[in-house]
C-alpha cells in the first residue's frame, strides 16, 4: 500500500535560517514517482517538484534543494535562507506507475517569521 | 484557459440538499481529477478522468458523489444529500496526459450546515 508520512505538522523558524521538511513514503512498487507541493495561505496547490524512482540525484532550484534517498525511503526539502513568503504548507506525495492517483501526506505547516 | 478554473469559489448548502462543483481545465489536457480536501488534511484522491470515462472512481465515499464530464473538458462533481460531514475543499486538477505532474484549481470551498 501506499502511503506518505509528514512527521512535522508545524515548523516556525527566523527568517533567513535554512529548514528542512522530511518526508517518508511506503511503496511496494519499484517504479514510482516523488512530489512536492506547496499551499500558500490563498489555497491554490503549487507544483514544486516530480522525480522518478530510478533517478536519485539531489535536485537544486535557486533556495530549494531535495534529497532523495531511496535506501531510507526519504525525499526531504530544504529551503536555504527562508523568507517569509516561504510560510505555507508544504506537502509530499507519491503516485506508483501505472496508477494515476497522487496519495498526498497530512502536510508540514511552515512559518518564516520576520 | 490560462489555469484550472473551479466554481463556485464558495458554497454554503443546508445539510440533505443537492450540490454541483465545477471544474474547467486548462484547454488540451486530456487527464482531469477531483480531491478532496479537509481542514489539516493532505488532498485525498475523488475521481479521475482520461477523456471522458471515469478512469477511476475509487476514491468517491459513497454514492451519494458522482462526477461527470461529458465532452471531455468541463467537469461536474455531484453530492446528493449532503451531509455535515462533506464540508471540506473541493479541489480539481488537470494534466496534458496521464502520469505528468497536474495543475491544480484554487478549489470549492464547501460547508454543509
Known amino acids: 500500500a501506499q502511503k506518505v508520512t509528514q512527521a512535522q505538522t508545524e515548523i516556525s523558524v527566523v527568517e533567513k535560517e535554512d529548514v528542512t521538511l522530511d518526508c517518508v513514503y511506503e511503496?511496494?512498487?519499484?517504479?514510482?514517482?516523488l512530489f512536492w507541493y506547496k499551499q500558500p495561505p490563498s489555497g491554490e496547490l503549487v507544483f514544486l517538484i516530480r522525480r522518478n524512482s530510478f533517478d536519485e540525484q539531489n535536485e537544486i532550484s535557486g533556495r530549494y534543494s531535495w534529497n532523495f534517498q531511496k535506501s531510507t525511503s526519504s525525499f526531504n526539502f530544504t529551503i536555504t535562507a527562508s523568507q517569509v513568503v516561504d510560510s505555507a504548507v508544504y506537502f509530499c506525495?507519491?503516485?506508483?506507475?501505472?496508477?494515476?492517483?497522487?496519495?498526498f501526506g497530512k502536510g508540514t505547516r511552515l512559518h518564516i517569521l520576520p | 484557459g490560462a489555469g484550472v478554473s473551479q466554481t463556485p469559489s464558495n458554497k454554503v448548502t443546508e445539510k440533505g440538499k443537492y450540490v454541483e462543483l465545477r471544474c474547467d481545465p486548462i484547454s488540451g489536457h486530456t487527464a482531469l481529477y477531483w480531491y478532496r480536501q479537509s481542514l489539516g488534511q493532505g488532498p485525498e484522491f475523488l475521481i479521475y478522468?482520461?477523456?471522458?470515462?471515469?478512469?477511476?472512481d475509487s476514491g468517491l465515499p459513497n454514492d451519494r458523489f458522482f462526477a461527470v464530464r461529458p465532452e471531455g473538458s468541463v467537469s461536474t462533481l455531484k453530492i446528493q444529500r449532503t451531509e455535515r460531514g462533506d464540508s471540506a475543499v473541493y479541489l480539481c486538477?488537470?494534466?496534458?496526459?496521464?502520469?505528468?505532474?497536474?495543475?491544480f484549481g484554487s478549489g470549492t470551498r464547501l460547508t454543509v450546515v
Open positions: 506525495a507519491l503516485s506508483e506507475a501505472g496508477d494515476d492517483k497522487i496519495i
Open positions: 486538477a488537470s494534466s496534458f496526459n496521464r502520469g505528468q505532474g497536474y495543475t
Open positions: 511503496t511496494r512498487d519499484t517504479t514510482y514517482y
Open positions: 478522468f482520461q477523456g471522458t470515462g471515469a478512469a477511476d
